[in-house]
């Protein structure tokens, strides 16, 4: 027999094996919940209430502590340890990560991302909510605007790669941007991703065109849920235009802009596709997240993957509960 033949068939048992077990795991699961779902229906007396909340409960309890509870302790365990988990170092890694000049530039270019990136997102969300629901029609171009959202960040990515592609002007230019400026006179642009600190910039763009759509969304509803007595009211009392904008849009949608604004920073606090795609990380456009996998996967070094993945998770938790903090304050007033 062929050794193409005899590899091919054994990728395809190996698969099949695999494809057996997932299969058999989920099939289990499923099993197991049916007979907890029967016993709880037959179940009656006192115990029927406790019953219903456990079997409601318990596997969702279960399932988020073994895909996030226990890979966040896994993960604060092996951030103490060296690159193969075989020596303690105590906050040797976390001393090396806010010390080391590398991982500050990169932790230097994350915040940079946390404070443009979700600003310019959320402020054009704001800018074209309030364009766009003046406008006939409004519904197709919101569909329009928010379209960006339904494609991934590797595909945004390679759609924006293709944007800032350069070539020598003496050849046919294949990125847009690069067409643009040279049609308006610039004879030599820029290679524009090797381009610093310009490409991180370019970089956030990227970013800004998938978020702002669904900022766009999220404030048009918040303006629209302003009651129209208010409106009426500072509308006779002369406010119009940017005084009505600044003086009741604002403050009645103040915490619908917070909640836009933390999201899109826990967004961007978290990318890592943008950047693993377009640059992987090169030409000073590294950020947390990416290093956080170079460090694990590429120079194995399981420890300091590791704390950066803690330093990650502690940068993200304040946003999360503040998030979570101005939700409830907006269901208690409603």
Known sequence: MPTDLVLANSAWTDATIKFGNSAGAIAGFLGI????????????????RPLAIAVM???????????LVVPLVRTVYL????????????????????TTSHIQEVLLTTLLWLLIAPLAATGLGLLLALLVDRMRGQAIYKSLIFMPMAVSLVGASIIWK????????????????????????????????????????????VM?????????????????????????AARLDGATGVRLFRS???PMIRTTIVVVLTTVMITTLKAFDIIRTMTGGNFGTQVLANEMYSQSFEQYNTG????????LFLAVLPLVAYNIIQLRKERTVR
């Open 33 to 48: 919940l049916l007979v907890i779902f029967f016993a709880a229906g037959r179940a009656g007396g006192r115990f029927t």
């Open 57 to 67: 409960l318990g596997p969702a309890v279960l399932l988020l502590g073994i895909g």
């Open 79 to 98: 951030s103490f340890y060296n690159d193969d988990s075989t020596r303690f170092l105590g906050g040797a890694n976390f001393g090396w990560a806010f």
């Open 162 to 205: 293709f944007v800032y592609e350069a070539r020598d002007p003496s050849q046919p230019q294949v990125g847009l941007l690069s067409r643009v400026v040279i049609a308006l006179g610039w004879e030599h642009p820029p290679n524009w991703i090797l381009s610093q600190p310009l490409n991180t910039f370019l970089l956030m763009v």
């Open 208 to 232: 800004v065109w998938v978020q702002t759509g669904f900022a766009m969304v999220v404030l048009s509803a918040a303006i629209k849920a302003i009651p129209d007595e208010i409106t009426e």
């Open 248 to 250: 009741v849009t604002v």
């Open 304 to 311: 300091r993957g590791s704390a950066l993945a803690v330093i």
